[in-house]
């Protein structure tokens, strides 16, 4: 018996299941009753991500204005211009006097800014599918992460999201799926935010005018 057919004899055995033997159960599948954008900002809140929801592109570029100046982010990671569905990012920038910084230099950033490709409702998480001018580590290098998502693109869940995207896939270098801020519990069991990434997580959802 080779060490991973030990392992999973051994987990078999705590389960009660017969050991040897296909586990055939189904696999359980998260469902979403009601609303999923309601579900959807429901469940990114209980994972202590902040929802700000607009009406609008030109409402949201305002609102992330309006968050740059309260929170004093002087600089900023950002997703190319033509990753965003609508312009606007480098007015609000400007106006803001919120400096967008060359890659080399985005570990320093105060905040990264990018666009969505989509939100799960049924776990409040966001995706985002790196390709041209959208890179990863925008997401997870500065302290502050902000994601403007635009409601249409919110799905039930995971499942709905592959179904439709899966052959797009294989385009994308990785996937980053952002539940709420980064959180650890290695030491001691006692969770902490922002140890492997933003401990700060603004969702600014752009629902239809």
């Known amino acids: 018996m080779t060490a991973r057919e030990a392992v999973l004899t051994a987990l078999r055995s705590a389960r009660g299941l017969p050991v040897g033997e296909q586990v055939t159960e189904p696999i359980p599948v998260l469902q979403v009753e009601g609303d999923p954008t309601h579900a959807f900002e429901r469940n990114a809140r209980a994972l202590l991500a902040e929802v700000h929801r607009t009406q609008g592109w030109q409402a949201a570029w305002q609102h992330l204005e309006s968050l740059i100046r309260a929170r004093g982010w002087q600089t900023a990671a950002t997703w190319g211009a033509s990753a965003f569905p609508q ?6 920038l400007a106006r803001s006097g919120c400096r967008a910084l060359q890659p080399s230099d985005w570990v320093s950033a105060d905040v990264g800014i990018t666009g969505a490709d989509a939100g799960i409702a049924a776990t409040g998480t966001i995706v985002l599918a790196s390709g ?7 997401s997870l290098l500065p ?3 902000v994601a403007l998502l635009a409601e249409s693109r ?12 899966a052959q797009a896939l294989p385009q994308s270098a ?3 799926f952002v ?6 519990g ?11 990434g933003p401990g700060e997580v603004h969702i600014v959802l752009v629902c239809s005018e």
């Open 87 to 92: 312009p606007g990012l480098a007015d609000v």
């Open 132 to 138: 041209p001018g959208k890179p990863r580590s925008v």
């Open 143 to 145: 302290p502050v992460h």
């Open 154 to 165: 919110i799905v039930p869940t995971i499942e709905d999201w592959l179904v439709v995207n």
């Open 174 to 176: 990785g996937v980053v």
């Open 179 to 184: 539940s709420g801020p980064s959180r650890s």
């Open 186 to 196: 290695d030491i001691e069991m006692v969770v902490t935010l922002g140890v492997h």
